[in-house]
Structure formats: C-alpha cells, structure tokens
C-alpha cells in the first residue's frame, strides 16, 4: 500500500513571542505541524495493516525555512522518503499556489494509493490546501476522519491493502461512514490516533532515508503559477488594555468597588 502524506511544517507557535501585537518569527524554530503528525501515524497503522506498502512524506519550503532539517522529523516518525519542493518564488504563497505546487509534486512522487493531510495547520489552519489538491488530480476527498480502515473490492473489511478507503468522521449530531475507491484524498482530525514518537535510533536513521529537493522547474511550473492571489491587509495580535483599577479599602469596601467596576464596564447589569 502506497501512501502520501503532504507535510507542512510551522513555526514551533511556542516558542514565538509577540512584540507590539506582532509575531516575531527571527530565531523561531520550525517543526512538523501537529495534525500531519496524525496523518503519519495514520499512515503507519494502515502500512503496517496492510502488511507492507511506502510511505512519502511531501512538503512546500514557503520561505526561508530550513525544511531539509525539519523534515527529518516526518522521517523519523516513519515516512520512508521525503519530497521537497523549494523555490523562492514560493515566498509569500497563498493555498492557491501551494496547492498547485503540491499537485505538480505528487506527478513525480508515482503512483500512490491515499494521499493523506491534516484537517489544517497549526498556523493559519485555512483547510484549503487539501480541496484544491484533490480538485486538481481529480481526486475524491474526504474530510474529518476519525478512522480509516481499507476495503476490499466486495466491500468489507481487509487488512490487506484493499481497493478503497473506508472512513468514519464525526458531523456534530451524526456519524457518518463513507467509502471511496483507490486513489482517494484524505483529511485527518486529532481524535484519529496518538502520534508515536520517533525513538533514538529511528532519529539517527532519519539522516540516512532519501530525500529528494526539486524546483518549481523541475515540476513544471513557472513562478507565475504560484503568485499570490491574495494580500494580507493585517494580521495582529488581539490588544489587551489593562485599566488597573485600584481597590482600597477593607474587604467590604472593596467588594462595593469591584461591583460599582464591573457595573461601569457593562459586566454585571444595574440592579
């Protein structure tokens, strides 16, 4: 069973501090996104059902990011391969041109069983990206899988590798259960697994697994398909005010204040 998991890799957001509603990104380090973790180990599981199978682990360098590094983490958690796509013209990308992106990348990952994703990224957390893959290779899609088991051509169950997906997500007050032939396109939520961490020794092996880095000429794009459609007109941080409202008194003098407060601020209605 061949399987491709589509990787983006974030600012580690806790290590990111914000200066005057800013984000400061200089220095901060970058890793796997949290949900694409939960595609591998999704990716692992059905591997590992299926008796056998390859695992590529494809991402976007959006910037200058050292993306051959932080991807040695997909690979330490068990994808077999890496594909990189790294190219200037990619900085300041919007989901239209990632996608595009993506979808030229996978034509030279070959054949693949299930293309897997994140619902969405730890950053801006859009869920574009995987509708416009999908809509690209002319893939069905399916999102917010809890579960994924394969199927066998009749319809049932098969630990084997199967002809299809079958995927279980949750729509709030229903479960649904959907089915889809090979080659389908899939969207993960957390709830589907708990990601393995790599050992020390999977870590070490990490440097050793091939990793291939392309340019949008070795995909077949030119920088004009990857032009932003969109502007960011602003992206700051929520402002706090802090009032610093004294309360003086004893303790009964200072609860009236703190009510005739949150009177004033419209917290606590008139009586």
Avoid at 55 to 60: E, K, L, M, S
Avoid at 109 to 136: M, N
Avoid at 189 to 209: D, F, T, W, Y
């Amino acid at each position: 069973m061949d399987i491709v998991v589509c990787v983006k890799t974030n600012p580690d957001l806790q290590m990111m501090r914000v200066k005057d509603r800013v984000p400061v990104l200089e220095a901060v380090p970058c890793k796997v996104g949290d949900l694409e973790k939960n595609a591998l180990e999704a990716a692992l599981q059905l591997r590992d059902a299926a008796g056998g199978g390859k695992i590529t682990a494809v991402t976007v360098a959006e910037g200058d990011r050292k993306i051959r590094e932080t991807m040695k983490e997909a690979l330490a958690i068990g994808a077999d391969e890496a594909l990189i796509v790294a190219d200037a013209a990619l900085e300041g990308a919007d989901q239209a041109g990632i996608a595009a992106a993506l979808a030229a990348a996978l034509g030279r990952a070959g054949a693949f069983d299930l293309l897997l994703f994140g619902e969405g990224s730890s950053d801006g957390y859009s869920g574009q990206v995987p509708g416009r893959v999908a809509e690209i290779l002319g893939l069905a899609q399916i999102g917010y899988a809890r579960k994924l088991e394969t199927v066998a051509a009749g319809g049932g169950s098969d630990g084997a590798g199967g002809a299809g997906i079958r995927a279980e997500r949750s729509m709030g007050d229903v479960i649904e259960v959907l089915e889809a032939p090979f080659p389908v396109a899939v969207t993960v939520v957390s709830e589907i697994n708990e990601p393995r961490l790599p050992s020390l020794m999977q870590i070490m092996k990490a440097g050793k697994k091939p990793v291939t880095e392309l340019t949008l000429a070795d995909v077949g794009l030119e920088a004009a398909a990857v032009a932003p459609r969109r502007s960011v007109v602003s992206n700051l941080a929520e402002e706090q005010a802090r009032k610093h409202v004294m309360l003086e008194g004893d303790a009964a003098r200072q609860a009236e204040a703190l009510v005739a407060a949150l009177v004033g601020e419209g917290v606590l209605g008139r009586a």
